[in-house]
């Protein structure tokens, strides 16, 4: 019999990446979504067309990350095989204004199904994946960072998804849970919400060409990321819950890139070549041609305390379960700015 996946956050870019692996290598996939009075699935109808038409094992389930009661009933009603927990309040500025709600979704929320799969009987059954995230490491103690690197946390959101890292390796280790954190560096693809740099940058560079804008604006040029594709990070994720034995993993391309590089490299995409002037937040990239202020700086994007380099070393991942990135960060950006050409085109 096939297994059994279960996919908080299906909704997002990774939920929906995985879905789509998990699906194709034959398992039965339950989504579990929030209720709203308007639906946000554009990202996964096409998996509920085919669903709909008998094609793939696909079906949502209704649940909240803060409802204790709603998670114990979606685990007693599929017992999953494999649940994979990416639902969270994920964009790290953010969590600065909402700290509260980002503590009890990425904090609690991980807590509440640990605690499911014990309390209903299905720790020798069920394997819980955590998407822990690289910004755990914050101000970093050392360059790259492995799984032995110290954390470091830098906001809200960094706290909360350490709290659960911690978590997962307690109920590990109390309770014989196969659970297990993937420490994963950033990760991006067209399906990366509009909020991002990545995708933001992307999608103005499309619509400046197209000229339905006149410039972006962004934070903190100078900070360097390690990005990667989601599509080979969703593959990385199944191969930690199917690996020997529970443990943590960091996925990383072990490249870096400054968000000034990713906005010069998605404007000459777009057929400009930027030049960079002033300093600080007076700083604008203007094209060398035209002359045109083309990006500025909003003190609004810089965070209270920033983060100013993550650069991560997948060494344990690609020894232990063969997983390496096969995309590069210009093969990223191309196809992420081609996706937003195309679409305002």
Same mark, same amino acid.
């Not at 999953?80 to 969590?95: G, K």
């Not at 911690?166 to 297990?180: C, H, K, M």
């Not at 000034?260 to 490299?265: A, G, H, P, S």
């Not at 909003?298 to 100013?308: A, C, L, N, W």
């Given at each position: 019999? &096939? ?58 389930? @209704?649940?909240?990350?803060?409802? @204790? ?19 969270? =309040? ?30 209903? !009987? ?15 490491? !914050? ?15 830098? @906001? ?23 659970? &297990? ?13 509009? /909020? ?20 972006? @604006? ?29 443990? #943590?993993?960091?996925?990383?391309? !072990? ?23 002033? /300093?600080?937040? #007076? ?12 990006? $500025? ?37 191309? $196809?992420?700015? =081609? ?7």
């Amino acid at each position: 019999m &096939s297994k059994t996946a279960l996919i908080t956050g299906v909704t997002g870019q990774d939920g929906t990446y995985l879905s789509r692996y998990l699906l194709r290598l034959g398992y039965r996939v339950c989504g579990v979504v929030r209720r709203a009075s308007l639906p946000n699935t554009a990202r996964i109808d096409p998996l509920l067309a085919d669903a709909r038409e008998g094609k793939i094992p696909f079906a949502l389930m @209704s649940g909240d990350m803060t409802d @204790s009661g709603g998670l114990h009933r979606i685990l007693e009603e599929t017992e999953p095989d494999e649940i994979y927990n990416l639902a969270a =309040q994920s964009h790290v500025r953010v969590s600065f204004d909402t700290p509260e709600y980002t503590a009890d979704v990425d904090g609690l929320g991980p807590l509440r199904i640990l605690d499911a799969i014990r309390t209903l !009987g299905l720790a020798e059954k069920t394997r819980f994946y955590q998407a822990s995230t690289s910004e755990l490491f !914050g101000k970093v103690r050392q360059n790259p960072q492995t799984e032995t690197t110290p954390f470091y946390p830098r @906001s809200p959101y960094a706290s909360a998804k350490l709290f659960a890292y911690w978590t997962v390796i307690n109920y590990r280790e109390a309770y014989g849970i196969f659970a &297990s954190n993937g420490i994963l560096f950033n990760h991006e693809s067209p399906l990366r919400g509009e /909020s991002f740099v990545t995708r933001k940058v992307t999608r103005a560079a499309a619509a400046i060409k197209l000229g339905l804008a006149e410039k972006v @604006s962004v934070g903190n040029l100078d900070a360097c990321r390690d990005w990667g594709h989601a599509a080979d990070y969703v593959e990385g994720m199944h191969l930690i819950l199917n690996a020997e034995k529970a443990d #943590d993993f960091v996925l990383a391309t !072990g490249e870096t890139h400054s968000v000034r590089e990713l906005v010069e490299t998605a404007f000459h995409l777009a057929g400009f070549d930027l030049i960079w002037k002033g /300093s600080g937040i #007076d700083e604008i990239g203007l094209d060398r041609k035209s002359g045109r202020i083309l990006v $500025e700086i909003d003190p609004k994007f810089f965070r209270p305390t920033e983060v100013e380099l993550l650069c991560g070393d997948a060494t344990k991942a690609r020894k232990i379960l063969g997983w390496r990135p096969k995309r590069t960060f210009r093969d990223i950006i191309e $196809e992420m700015f =081609q996706f937003d050409f195309d679409a305002l085109s």
